[in-house]
């Protein structure tokens, strides 16, 4: 089974505040996103990675930076978090030809 | 802009009954189709993927895609409480990212 772990379900922060959401894949999946997901907006890309140090923007990068040092990681990092960015966030991977897989997701809450 | 639109709902079906959700995309290309169920603050969990034309079947489960028409569905059978949720319609096309709508939110009524 494919397993995709985030590391924290529950994260409550404060403005200002640097903060790491990490995702950590085991099924060797080349690809790896970072969503967010809020009521009456549906899942939003943030961003993305292809391939180990690669990333792309996806439709609101804007306060968001990633790391991706290693094949199975894929970190989401809020420079300064701020009180819009209380979110879900959502990690899933995918190979390049096969569905996305999401992991349990990390209910960010920032005061 | 690549689009993928699904009907909000909610969408309310009698236990036992066939549930019938609708999806419609925007990009021609689109290679991939995929249906997920998301549970209240839960994450998405995919049901069915679909490539070709026609009928796929899983379970319960019938996932039809018409390329033609740019139109995926998902037919529930047999409607569960327990399929309650919010459904997401994925497409994904040469590249590599997906596509999701909005979600429909079903009600299967005891």
């Known amino acids: 089974d494919v397993k995709v772990t985030q590391s924290s379900r529950y994260l409550v922060k404060r403005t200002g505040e640097k903060v790491f959401l990490e995702c950590v894949q085991d099924?060797?999946?080349?690809?790896m996103f970072w969503y967010r997901q809020d009521p009456g907006l549906g899942l939003r890309l943030i961003y993305f990675?292809?391939?180990?140090?690669?990333?792309e923007k996806g439709d609101i990068p804007e306060g968001y930076s990633v790391s991706r040092e290693k094949k199975e990681r894929f970190s989401l990092i809020l420079e300064s978090a701020s009180t819009n960015q209380t979110s879900m966030y959502l990690c899933?991977?995918?190979?390049?030809?096969?569905?996305?897989?999401f992991g349990p997701g990390t209910r960010l809450t920032v005061l | 802009q690549k689009e993928v639109e699904q009907n909000s709902g909610p969408l309310s079906v009698p236990e036992g009954a066939i549930a019938s959700l609708n999806c419609t995309y925007s990009?021609?290309?689109?290679?991939?189709f995929f249906w997920y169920r998301q549970y209240s603050g839960k994450s998405p969990e995919l049901i069915m993927s679909?490539?070709?034309?026609g009928d796929k079947e899983d379970g319960r489960f019938t996932a039809q895609l018409n390329k033609a028409s740019q139109y995926v569905s998902l037919l529930i059978r047999d409607s569960q409480p327990s399929d309650s949720a919010t459904y997401l319609c994925?497409?994904?096309?040469?590249?590599?990212?997906?596509?999701f709508g909005p979600g429909t939110r079903l009600s299967v009524l005891p």
């Open positions: 899933a991977s995918s190979t390049n030809t096969d569905t996305q897989y």
């Open positions: 099924m060797d999946h080349e690809n």
């Open positions: 990675s292809y391939d180990v140090k690669m990333k």
């Open positions: 990009d021609r290309v689109s290679q991939s």
């Open positions: 679909i490539y070709s034309n």
């Open positions: 994925a497409v994904r096309n040469y590249g590599q990212n997906f596509v």
